[in-house]
């Protein structure tokens, strides 16, 4: 070996263990919500989403106005990799490696259909995940859930599509899969026991589709609709603290006491912040502010001390929504100038989740009854 070979070993041999540092193990019980929604016109023909109409207060409100994109797009923040594809796959390498360096361990990922452009970037994602050390499960969204029928048809998809991919999340006990229902509640709950209960006449109980399928906990009495749908347990997604029941975490020690007594799985949601005010202009009363990221370690340790058996994470990039843990950087446009994380650096948010994460250390099993992990401090 010449002189320059033997040196350069020499480095990677010392650099070994500074690169098992800066690689920490995600944490198996954390959960991203993660939106695969977005295009740009060169790969997808459109600013999907980026684009985006402002909201309606209710049938009432005649005006109509449209977010072109191109810099002026439909949030509060502006992303640091710009306006970005879903289906780049250097994007989502670079999504997948934000998400491992803050410890999230699974990606729940938006479900519009196989028919949605959305769809072009889940074996995408399924094949970073592999290469990051993440999973995927899927958060079935009401377009793709009209019914409870409807609901068991994208269940049964995607199991069918994307079940044998090694990124495809399955419980490490049971082997089944998980799947968020959003706004499940709209649906009756005897509807929803025909698909999930055991004795359904369309279940998948017992079914090479069978899995843990969560719904949406909003208000205070969503205790029958729970226990008489077959859901295997709730979320409560939403991060404008206090916009619903589920969403005030005052509630989530009940509410996990609740989950645990009758089996099931409860999954409280944290966030940064909320500001939806440029497609919902009429909402401002929901805005959260970020608070320098004392908004976010608040309901950090809120659903740590719930003993909670997985945390849920709002989210990684719902733009729309203000809610992104993903970079926002510093932008002005002549139609908007856009908020960002100062005096917080741009990253500050995925560093907080991993230091929020490491200290995250549920119960061994979903369902076994552990008492509450004690909060860390904050330095």
Same mark, same amino acid.
């Given at each position: 070996?010449?002189?320059?070979?033997?040196?350069?070993?020499?480095?990677l041999?010392l650099?070994?263990?500074?690169?098992?540092i800066?690689?920490?193990p995600?944490?198996?019980?954390a959960?991203?919500?993660?939106?695969?929604?977005?295009?740009?016109?060169?790969?997808?023909?459109?600013?999907?989403?980026?684009?985006?109409?402002?909201?309606?207060?209710?049938?009432?409100?005649?005006?109509?106005k449209?977010?072109?994109a191109?810099?002026d797009?439909?949030?509060?923040?502006?992303?640091?990799?710009?306006?970005?594809?879903?289906?780049?796959?250097?994007?989502?390498?670079?999504?997948?490696?934000?998400a491992?360096?803050?410890?999230?361990g699974?990606?729940?990922?938006?479900?519009?259909?196989?028919?949605?452009?959305?769809?072009?970037?889940?074996p995408?994602?399924?094949?970073?995940?592999?290469?990051?050390?993440?999973?995927?499960?899927?958060?079935?969204?009401?377009?793709?859930?009209?019914?409870?029928?409807?609901?068991?048809?994208?269940? *049964?998809?995607?199991?069918?599509?994307?079940?044998?991919h090694?990124?495809?999340?399955?419980?490490?006990?049971?082997?089944?899969?998980?799947?968020?229902?959003?706004?499940?509640?709209?649906?009756?709950?005897a509807?929803?026991?025909?698909?999930?209960?055991?004795?359904?006449?369309d279940?998948?109980?017992?079914?090479?589709?069978?899995?843990?399928?969560l719904?949406?906990?909003?208000?205070?009495?969503?205790?029958?609709?729970?226990?008489?749908?077959?859901?295997?347990?709730?979320?409560?997604?939403?991060?404008? *603290?206090?916009?619903?029941?589920?969403?005030?975490?005052?509630?989530?020690?009940?509410?996990?006491?609740?989950?645990?007594?009758?089996?099931?799985l409860?999954?409280?949601s944290?966030g940064?912040?909320?500001?939806?005010t440029?497609?919902?202009?009429? /909402?401002?009363? /929901?805005?959260?502010?970020?608070?320098?990221?004392?908004?976010?370690?608040?309901?950090?340790?809120?659903?740590?001390?719930?003993?909670?058996?997985?945390i849920?994470?709002?989210?990684? /990039?719902?733009?729309?929504e203000?809610?992104?843990?993903?970079?926002?950087?510093?932008?002005?446009?002549?139609?908007?100038?856009?908020?960002?994380?100062?005096?917080?650096a741009?990253?500050?948010y995925?560093k907080?989740?991993?230091?929020?994460?490491?200290?995250?250390?549920?119960?061994?099993?979903?369902?076994?009854?552990?008492?509450p992990?004690?909060?860390?401090?904050?330095?």
């Amino acid at each position: 070996m010449n002189p320059s070979a033997r040196l350069s070993a020499f480095v990677l041999l010392l650099c070994l263990p500074l690169l098992c540092i800066a690689a920490p193990p995600p944490n198996p019980r954390a959960i991203a919500f993660y939106y695969n929604w977005y295009g740009s016109p060169q790969l997808d023909g459109a600013p999907l989403h980026w684009a985006h109409d402002v909201l309606p207060q209710n049938d009432r409100d005649t005006v109509r106005k449209r977010i072109p994109a191109g810099g002026d797009i439909a949030a509060n923040f502006y992303p640091q990799l710009g306006e970005y594809s879903s289906a780049d796959p250097a994007t989502i390498d670079r999504h997948l490696a934000m998400a491992a360096s803050a410890r999230i361990g699974i990606l729940a990922v938006t479900w519009l259909g196989s028919d949605d452009p959305s769809f072009r970037s889940v074996p995408l994602l399924l094949d970073a995940a592999r290469r990051h050390g993440l999973k995927i499960c899927f958060q079935i969204e009401p377009r793709a859930r009209t019914t409870a029928l409807a609901a068991r048809d994208s269940i *049964r998809e995607i199991v069918q599509r994307f079940g044998a991919h090694p990124a495809f999340y399955r419980d490490p006990r049971t082997r089944r899969p998980l799947f968020f229902v959003y706004d499940s509640y709209v649906i009756p709950a005897a509807d929803w026991a025909r698909v999930l209960a055991p004795g359904g006449a369309d279940t998948i109980r017992g079914s090479e589709h069978d899995a843990d399928v969560l719904g949406l906990w909003v208000g205070a009495d969503e205790h029958a609709f729970f226990e008489q749908s077959g859901f295997d347990g709730f979320y409560t997604y939403f991060a404008s *603290r206090g916009f619903s029941y589920g969403a005030t975490p005052e509630h989530w020690p009940a509410l996990q006491r609740w989950a645990r007594e009758r089996g099931k799985l409860f999954v409280p949601s944290v966030g940064p912040g909320y500001i939806d005010t440029r497609v919902r202009p009429w /909402n401002a009363k /929901n805005s959260k502010d970020r608070d320098g990221g004392r908004y976010y370690d608040a309901m950090f340790r809120a659903a740590i001390d719930s003993g909670a058996p997985f945390i849920g994470i709002t989210s990684f /990039n719902e733009w729309h929504e203000g809610t992104q843990i993903e970079p926002a950087t510093t932008f002005r446009h002549r139609a908007f100038d856009y908020l960002d994380y100062a005096p917080r650096a741009p990253d500050y948010y995925l560093k907080r989740t991993g230091y929020w994460l490491k200290r995250y250390k549920p119960a061994a099993t979903g369902r076994a009854s552990a008492p509450p992990a004690a909060t860390a401090a904050v330095p």
